[in-house]
């Protein structure tokens, strides 16, 4: 049983930072791909960002591109989301997600989810 717990969210002004953190149990975390999608109110579950299993290759939203940075420590099974320059419209649930194989594939819907964590940004 895949396990992902995710923390570091909050409330932070308008051009804040945030870092999120997933911690990751249940299977070979190092063998498959990482990544955050988030959902605000209202809105469909979108795509964030994404990481290789080696962590050589990346993949971002163009709506977070430049601010967001996706990193991953295998050794201590944890995947993390570091958010900068927020915007409120940043504001949102965002998830951890694991994905079948060590790759991202655009659009792919990942295997397993955690349980969130609100992020809101004030303006």
């Known amino acids: 049983q895949v396990q992902l717990v995710e923390s570091g969210g909050g409330l932070v002004q308008a051009g804040g930072s945030l870092r999120l953190s997933c911690a990751a149990s249940?299977?070979?975390?190092?063998?498959?791909?990482m990544g955050w999608l988030r959902q605000a109110p209202g809105k469909e579950r979108e795509f964030v960002a994404a990481?290789?299993?080696?962590?050589?290759?990346?993949r971002y939203a163009d709506s977070v591109k430049g601010r967001f940075t996706i990193s991953r420590d295998n050794a201590k099974n944890t995947v993390y989301l570091q958010m900068n320059s927020l915007k409120p419209e940043d504001t949102a649930v965002y998830y951890c997600?694991?994905?079948?194989?060590?790759?991202?594939?655009?659009?792919?819907?990942?295997?397993?989810w955690g349980q969130g964590t609100q992020v809101t940004v004030s303006s």
């Open positions: 249940g299977r070979t975390f190092s063998g498959y791909a």
């Open positions: 997600a694991g994905y079948s194989a060590g790759y991202y594939k655009t659009g792919e819907i990942p295997t397993n």
């Open positions: 990481i290789w299993s080696s962590g050589a290759s990346l």
